[in-house]
T-cell receptor
Framework: NAGVTQTPKFQVLKTGQSMTLQCAQDMNHNSMYWYRQDPGMGLRLIYY???????DKGEVPNGYNVSRLNKREFSLRLESAAPSQTSVYFC???????????FGDGTRLSIL | QKEVEQNSGPLSVPEGAIASLNCTYSDRVSQSFFWYRQYSGKSPELIMS????GDKEDGRFTAQLNKASQYVSLLIRDSQPSDSATYLCAAFSGGYNKLIFGAGTRLAVHP
């Protein structure tokens, strides 16, 4: 049982480049989330999808877009990467919005 | 006041001792609380959930919720070096649709 799978695990981008972070869960969860984690800042919610077909902004959505492709998959896109977006990105899922969340292994993204 | 606050630590305890990790919260969060453990370079892992006032035990872990004083604690009995990690406290925001994390407390268990 893989749980929450994120790809890629590491990525280096140049300023202005775009990329999509992929996330898939095999637990039949309804809700999915994207967080970023920076030293001293803790985990901050970027976007979430309470259920298939819906997405909403979190605490730090600027510079990002998301797509809930289907119940299993939730992608995060950086349209024009900036050095301030250098971070570790975690995808998480939960059975419902009020249930505990389970995290993927993360993507370590560096933007030069 | 932040919605969920933790002392960043590090909290250093000897092997075999009880480690006590604390988290305070504001009126802006719901009454569902979670403790996550995060090893360096790894993802957060859920270890405890607590929803009602009082204590909840799971193996060497005990979560305590005190609504009157607005704090939630995690006790780790018989601490092991493998417990050395950052412990994150989390609660749902008042709108019930976002999980708010504290910045985490780093625990170091030394032999």
């Amino acid at each position: 049982n893989a749980g929450v799978t994120q790809t890629p695990k590491f990525q280096v981008l140049k300023t202005g480049q775009s990329m999509t972070l992929q996330c898939a869960q095999d637990m039949n969860h309804n809700s999915m989330y994207w967080y970023r984690q920076d030293p001293g800042m803790g985990l901050r919610l970027i976007y979430y999808s309470a259920s298939e077909g819906t997405t909403d902004k979190g605490e730090v959505p600027n510079g990002y877009n998301v797509s809930r492709l289907n119940k299993r998959e939730f992608s995060l896109r950086l349209e024009s990467a900036a050095p301030s977006q250098t971070s570790v990105y975690f995808c998480a899922s939960s059975e419902a919005w009020d249930q505990p969340q389970h995290f993927g292994d993360g993507t370590r993204l560096s933007i030069l | 006041q932040k919605e969920v606050e933790q002392n960043s630590g590090p909290l250093s305890v000897p092997e075999g001792a009880i480690a006590s990790l604390n988290c305070t919260y504001s009126d802006r969060v719901s009454q569902s609380f979670f403790w996550y453990r995060q090893y360096s370079g790894k993802s957060p892992e859920l270890i405890m959930s607590i929803y009602s006032n009082g204590d909840k035990e799971d193996g060497r872990f005990t979560a305590q919720l005190n609504k009157a004083s607005q704090y939630v604690s995690l006790l780790i009995r018989d601490s092991q070096p493998s417990d050395s990690a950052t412990y994150l406290c989390a609660a749902f925001s008042g709108g019930y649709n976002k999980l708010i994390f504290g910045a985490g407390t780093r625990l170091a268990v030394h032999p």
